[in-house]
């Protein structure tokens, strides 16, 4: 019966300090993002969520988070759970032909609507990633007004 005790207290010891050892889990946070104003037009939302300026506001292959979800008439919700803390930008597209791009017209005014997070006022080109990012250090609800 003794050994019984000892190998009991052996594997006790050996879990204890192996789950003692496990790094704390890093906690994460969930981004919901309104898109307003979405016209009657068919098509998709596209949103691009960034955590860098790098590539942004329209290089899908660099975005951290590249999600699409079904257009409709008014306020589109797009979920984003699992993010950690940190500083992020988000860009909105109303991809009416579903190319997964703003299309724009000969002189470069965007021809679909768009929104960036901050709702930063744009005339010619797309406003700086600094000027759109935002801190997620709990979960969070953002408004973006589609523009065009």
């Known amino acids: 019966m003794r050994p019984y005790y000892v190998c009991a207290a052996l594997i006790l010891l050996l879990v204890t300090s192996v789950i003692a050892q496990q790094p ?10 309104v898109a307003e104003a979405v016209n009657q037009q068919d098509g998709n939302v596209g949103m691009l969520v960034f955590n860098s300026p790098k590539g942004w506001a329209e ?3 660099i975005a951290l988070k590249d999600i699409t979800v079904p257009a409709h008439e008014g306020t589109v919700t797009i979920v984003v759970p699992g993010l950690p803390a940190g500083e992020y930008a988000v860009a909105l597209v109303h991809d009416v032909n579903k190319n997964h791009k703003l299309d724009r017209n000969w002189i470069s005014e965007p021809k679909e609507q768009w929104g ?18 935002f801190q997620l250090n709990a979960d969070k609800e953002i408004h973006i007004k589609m523009q065009q």
């Open 116 to 133: 960036l997070s901050n709702n930063p006022h744009a005339l010619i080109k797309t406003p700086a990633y600094k000027a759109c990012t």
């Open 24 to 33: 704390p889990a890093t906690a994460t946070y969930t981004l919901t993002v």
């Open 59 to 61: 290089d899908r292959s």
